[in-house]
């Protein structure tokens, strides 16, 4: 069965929007229909991003700003909402990693990625709220998976992004009144993207991810677009608060354990 999803009329904005997944989830809203706009640091990137959304058909825009930066986020959302209008979904996907212990990385390298991933995200949210659509809107966060699964040489991605899960629950319960839902997506292992190729650098470790796969595929950057279409859809008007893993079956397995490593998958 193939479902298909019209977006047309429908506005997005994807804060972290022009690289890897979060570009992915903007072409996906592109190709459906809708007008979508991008944001991250670098304004060569936002202009790249809107050519590409717009060659899809889109009508696009972005901005510049860096999520650490309130007001600069906050201007950047103005802009945007004075040419579109009330966002109708809003997209916070941000985010910063890098591979070191606990011990072997600074305070400063630690806070750097709990500002980008946990209070930028709180930025992107209270930024945007006044041009949310009430009721109707709809937020998703992009989590992952070291919100829940501890990882070595990832304390700080770990905490920051657990951060994330629980204000979205939190933002869930206070938004309620106000009819906009708040769900995040945590994407698992996700094929072509920085994180996997930080996370997995070497054959071996992308064959101990792919065994520890219960689908026995990695995911695509279609697979996250479309999940967030659904969360954003009609289909959806009845979840909010929800954290949904969008993995394979990833956060289910035994992936965060050394004895995955030692079963194959069975078939």
Same mark, same amino acid.
């Given at each position: 069965?193939?479902?298909?999803?019209?977006?047309?009329?429908?506005?997005?904005?994807?804060?972290?929007?022009?690289?890897?997944?979060?570009?992915?989830?903007?072409?996906?809203?592109?190709?459906a229909g809708a007008r979508v706009a991008v944001m991250s640091r670098s304004?060569?990137?936002?202009?790249?991003?809107?050519? =590409?959304?717009? %060659? +899809?058909?889109?009508?696009?825009? $972005?901005?510049?700003?860096?999520?650490?930066?309130?007001? *600069?986020? @906050? #201007?950047?959302?103005?802009?945007?909402?004075?040419?579109?209008?009330?966002?109708?979904?809003?997209?916070?996907?941000?985010?910063?990693?890098f591979l070191a212990s606990g011990l072997g990385m600074s305070p400063n390298?630690?806070?750097?990625?709990?500002?980008?991933?946990?209070?930028?995200?709180?930025?992107?949210?209270?930024?945007?709220?006044?041009?949310?659509?009430?009721?109707?809107?709809?937020?998703?966060?992009?989590?992952?998976?070291?919100?829940?699964?501890?990882?070595?040489?990832?304390?700080?991605?770990?905490?920051?992004?657990?951060?994330?899960?629980?204000?979205? =629950?939190?933002? %869930? +319960?206070?938004?309620?009144?106000? $009819?906009?839902?708040?769900?995040?997506?945590?994407?698992? *292992?996700? @094929? #072509?993207?920085?994180?996997?190729?930080?996370?997995?650098?070497?054959?071996?470790?992308?064959?101990?991810?792919?065994?520890?796969?219960?689908?026995?595929?990695?995911?695509?950057?279609?697979?996250?677009?479309?999940?967030?279409?659904?969360?954003?859809?009609?289909?959806?008007?009845y979840v909010t608060g929800v954290v949904l893993p969008v993995d394979g079956?990833?956060?289910?397995?035994?992936?965060?354990?050394?004895?995955?490593?030692?079963?194959?998958?069975?078939?």
């Amino acid at each position: 069965m193939e479902l298909t999803v019209n977006a047309r009329g429908v506005t997005v904005f994807v804060a972290g929007g022009t690289s890897g997944i979060n570009l992915g989830i903007a072409e996906g809203f592109a190709r459906a229909g809708a007008r979508v706009a991008v944001m991250s640091r670098s304004q060569d990137k936002v202009a790249r991003a809107v050519e =590409r959304l717009r %060659a +899809l058909g889109s009508d696009a825009a $972005g901005g510049a700003a860096d999520v650490r930066d309130y007001e *600069a986020t @906050a #201007g950047v959302l103005r802009a945007v909402h004075s040419q579109f209008g009330d966002f109708d979904v809003l997209v916070s996907g941000a985010a910063g990693n890098f591979l070191a212990s606990g011990l072997g990385m600074s305070p400063n390298a630690f806070r750097t990625v709990v500002d980008i991933d946990l209070i930028g995200t709180y930025h992107v949210l209270r930024a945007a709220h006044p041009m949310l659509r009430k009721p109707g809107a709809v937020v998703i966060n992009i989590s992952a998976p070291q919100s829940t699964m501890p990882m070595a040489l990832q304390a700080h991605v770990c905490a920051a992004k657990a951060g994330v899960d629980m204000l979205t =629950r939190v933002l %869930a +319960l206070e938004w309620a009144k106000d $009819g906009i839902r708040v769900n995040a997506i945590v994407p698992g *292992a996700i @094929a #072509g993207t920085e994180g996997m190729a930080r996370l997995a650098p070497t054959d071996e470790a992308r064959s101990l991810v792919s065994r520890s796969l219960p689908l026995g595929r990695w995911g695509s950057l279609e697979d996250i677009a479309d999940a967030c279409m659904l969360l954003a859809s009609p289909l959806a008007a009845y979840v909010t608060g929800v954290v949904l893993p969008v993995d394979g079956g990833w956060s289910v397995s035994a992936a965060s354990t050394a004895m995955s490593a030692t079963f194959d998958r069975p078939g």
